[in-house]
């Protein structure tokens, strides 16, 4: 079992453009939540995907929108990049829209210059 | 607005010498409180699932503990494997998940 496996691991971006992250679940997990996570800070939730549709948002900006797929995949897209948006980016799986056994990806750092 | 508090930011332990890390919380319907371990430039590893006010739950040299406001992780006899950033995230009764900021762990040989 892989675990939940996110690509790319790092990317660096200009201010203005467009990035997609990418998530792929546990098995079995039907359920993705994405995170912002700040340097010495804990994860923020963005939004969670549940039979794909968005069913949670937290207080992030229209910026930041997802996906997600039949096969429960999930994306992340963050337009109009800003210095601020710099972090790493967790993706978590569940199954069902409960946090009974939520398990996380290694992360995207994404980097704004 | 959902909240959780974390104490102390950070901890220094001597290896074997046993201590308690913080977890307060402020949420709407509660419906789970997570411990999470962190390393450095990694995903948070899942450690616990706590429900309910009394409810206990351990793992090798972790024991976690919930009441109704605040949570603690003790760490017994701890050994330098154990230095890692410990976070602390609740559910609400709107499936969000709230994490606190979490506690910085050095343990020395």
């Known amino acids: 079992d892989a675990g939940v496996t996110q690509s790319p691991t790092h990317l660096i971006k200009t201010r203005g453009q467009q990035v997609t992250l990418r998530c792929s679940p546990k098995s079995g997990h039907d359920t993705v939540s994405w995170y912002q996570q700040a340097l010495g800070q804990g994860p923020q939730f963005i939004f969670q995907y549940y039979e794909e549709e968005e069913r949670q948002r937290g207080n992030f900006p229209d910026r930041f929108s997802g996906h997600q797929f039949p096969n429960y995949s999930s994306e992340l897209n963050v337009n109009a990049l800003l210095l601020g948006d710099s972090a790493l980016y967790l993706c978590?799986?569940?199954f069902g829209q409960g946090y009974t056994e939520a398990f996380f990806g290694q992360g995207t750092r994404l980097t704004v210059v | 607005e959902d909240q959780v508090t974390q104490s102390p930011e950070a901890l220094r332990l001597q290896e074997g010498e046993s201590s308690s890390l913080n977890c307060s919380y402020t949420?709407?319907?509660?419906?789970?409180l997570f411990w999470y371990r962190q390393d450095p430039g990694k995903g948070p590893e899942f450690l616990f699932t706590l429900y309910s006010a009394g409810e206990e739950k351990e793992k090798e040299r972790l024991k976690a503990t919930l009441t109704k406001k605040e949570s603690f992780l003790h760490i017994t006899a701890p050994k330098p494997e154990d230095s890692a950033t410990y976070l602390c995230?609740?559910?609400?009764?709107?499936?969000?998940?709230?994490f606190g900021a979490g506690t910085t762990v050095t343990v020395r040989a």
């Open positions: 949420v709407s319907g509660l419906r789970g």
């Open positions: 978590a799986s569940s």
């Open positions: 995230a609740v559910q609400a009764s709107d499936y969000k998940l709230s």
